[in-house]
């Protein structure tokens, strides 16, 4: 069983039906993809492919996988799973057991936490300033963080938006020096460092976010109409807590055949990998695990 249908859940799906394994992928949402359906930018790291956005290419890859054998269901809610028993309990009272188990539950955004975060969705909160910059065109709006996403959303809502404040909590930015150089050659991108959100103000949509510069300093309060948030992901565990090894950040450690601290229970992509969150990366990490998983059932004759 494979739990997530992103680029590493179908790699290893697809790598399983090859070694000749019955295979079962479980995805909770409509769509198999995970993440690719959020990458509205071109893609052109993955080698021998080139797409306009994550939707394309994740087409090229069902083109390969359709004639996969291997089971697919999605809009699947897992209730709970027991590692060590590698059974999976699903919502609609289901029981499902396997030999092995996959985890390729993926990350998610981040979230401030803040009052008006989850209010505003739809009214001023952007998911993607690739996809959605052109609605803001004309107005003046606020990016949080301060790595290479933040920087990057920075500079595209500038292209289109009157003013762009980017606000990092830290002294300095953690963009590569390229980002950092382009953020100071746009002069309508305003950045406060070592300065925190802590309210999206509005009725109807945003028309505000308060600021808090300096820890002693008054927070005050800027008119924005658009609010974009690129502080990170958080791996997708709630599943599995107090079930495997995680390291500081949550996310669940694995050796280099992909294999958690139970036996027979595996996890790969971005969930397992913090380092190098990448596309190659996760199709790689599910060949690896579906290979590890054909030799151990080999041995065991």
Same mark, same amino acid.
């Given at each position: 069983i494979i739990i997530g249908a992103g680029p590493a859940g179908l790699s290893t799906a697809f790598w399983?039906?090859?070694l000749g394994l019955d295979t079962l992928i479980l995805e909770q949402s409509e769509q198999v993809g995970g993440q690719l359906n959020r990458v509205y930018n071109p893609i052109g790291n993955y080698l021998g492919?080139?797409? +306009?956005? $994550?939707?394309? =290419?994740?087409?090229?890859?069902?083109?390969?996988?359709? +004639?996969? *054998?291997? #089971?697919l269901w999605t809009q699947t809610s897992i209730s709970s799973v027991d590692l060590?028993?590698?059974?999976?309990?699903?919502?609609?009272?289901? #029981?499902? /057991? +396997?030999?092995?188990?996959?985890?390729?539950? $993926?990350?998610?955004?981040? @979230?401030?936490?803040?009052? $008006?975060?989850? @209010?505003f969705a739809g009214k001023g909160m952007i998911e993607s300033a690739a996809r959605d910059r052109h609605l803001f065109a004309g107005k003046d709006v606020c990016v949080v963080g301060g790595g290479d996403a933040a920087a990057e959303n920075a500079l595209l809502m500038a292209e289109v938006c009157p003013t762009v404040t980017l606000v990092h909590r830290g002294k300095k930015l953690r963009a590569r020096r390229e980002f950092v150089e382009k953020l /100071?050659?746009?002069?309508c991108i305003t950045v406060f460092t070592e300065s925190v959100l802590t309210?999206?103000?509005?009725?109807? *949509?945003?028309?505000?976010?308060e600021i808090q510069r300096k820890q002693g300093l008054k927070p005050f309060q800027l008119a924005v109409r658009g609010v974009l948030i690129r502080i990170?992901?958080?791996?997708?565990?709630? =599943?599995?807590?107090d079930q495997l090894e995680t390291d500081e950040k949550g996310f669940?450690?694995?050796?280099?055949? /992909?294999?958690?601290?139970?036996?027979?229970?595996?996890?790969? $992509?971005d969930v397992s990998n913090p380092l190098a969150p990448t596309i190659s990366g996760a199709t790689g990490a599910g060949a690896t695990a579906a290979k590890v998983i054909a030799s151990r059932l080999n041995a065991r004759g």
């Open positions: 399983c039906d090859e492919l080139h797409a +306009s956005n $994550g939707e394309e =290419l994740l087409a090229r890859f069902t083109e390969g996988i359709d +004639s996969a *054998d291997f #089971d060590k028993a590698k059974r999976v309990s699903l919502a609609s009272g289901e #029981d499902l /057991q +396997s030999i092995a188990l996959v985890i390729a539950t $993926g990350v998610r955004p981040r @979230e401030l936490g803040l009052p $008006g975060e989850k @209010e /100071q050659a746009v002069h309210r999206i103000i509005g009725e109807d *949509d945003v028309v505000a976010v990170g992901v958080e791996p997708n565990t709630g =599943l599995f807590k669940l450690v694995v050796n280099s055949r /992909q294999e958690t601290n139970v036996p027979m229970v595996f996890a790969v $992509g």
